[in-house]
């Protein structure tokens, strides 16, 4: 079953603009990670925050955590065209590495 | 790139035959995880194993098994295949059962005709 559910479940946007991508989840957690996909291929991952973290940046990238209301935020700044990919939430409830994702958004950015 | 491998990139088989899967995980990581991800969905956990014995399942029947090497290397097999088992299939490389950040490699593109 899935964990985590992203929102929008597309979106498209500007170069130049910014893109925000939404995670909800439903059990509790120790971290929340975020992976880009491109064209079908293998996941990267771009960042992980844990429970007790709200805010955490990697250079264009702001992940949120708020776990009161078990959900995550993606903010990716300042967009290119090879931003263009899937994201998508993952957790891992019982820290044992078998991480549960969600069904994703998928970012079109326009040059 | 990961370091993470895996072979074939694509593989065509018929409903009822045998499919074995291969990945090479990063240097020094002893645990690999299997993902199925289904066309437009998210990738979904198959099972793991750390230190050649399998920790933890997901939903999937027998059918579905695995193994790992010595070498940390894996294989992943499903038997009697059937169509829905027509997916992306990808490994991910970790260090430790906890490993916090999985290292996936480029899939198995499986199409059961």
């Known amino acids: 079953s899935q964990q985590g559910e992203e929102d929008p479940q597309a979106l498209s946007i500007q170069e130049g603009e910014n893109a925000t991508m939404n995670c909800s989840y439903k059990t509790s957690i120790n971290n929340l990670q975020w992976y880009r996909q491109n064209s079908g291929r293998g996941l990267v991952h771009l960042i992980l925050?844990?429970?007790?973290?709200r805010e955490k940046h990697s250079g264009r990238l702001r992940v949120t955590l708020d776990t009161s209301k078990k959900s995550s935020s993606l903010l990716i700044t300042a967009s290119r065209a090879a931003d263009t990919a899937s994201y998508f939430c993952?957790?891992?409830?019982?820290?044992?590495?078998?991480?549960?994702f969600g069904q994703g958004t998928t970012l079109q950015v326009k040059p | 790139e990961t370091g993470v491998t895996q072979s074939p990139t694509h593989l065509i088989k018929t409903r009822g035959q045998q499919v074995t899967l291969r990945c090479s995980s990063q240097?020094?990581?002893?645990?690999v995880s299997w993902y199925q991800q289904a066309l437009g969905q998210g990738p979904q956990f198959i099972f793991q194993y750390y230190r050649e014995e399998e920790n933890g399942r997901g939903n999937f029947p027998p059918r579905f098994s695995g193994l790992q090497f010595p070498n940390y290397s894996s294989e992943l097999n499903v038997n009697a295949l059937e169509l829905d088992d027509s997916a992306l299939y990808l490994c991910?490389?970790?260090?430790?059962?906890?490993?916090?950040?999985?290292?996936f490699g480029p899939g198995t593109r499986l199409l059961v005709l």
């Open positions: 991910a490389s970790s260090l430790g059962q906890t490993g916090e950040t999985q290292y």
């Open positions: 925050i844990r429970s007790n973290e």
């Open positions: 240097s020094g990581h002893n645990t």
């Open positions: 993952a957790t891992d409830p019982g820290n044992t590495g078998k991480l549960i």
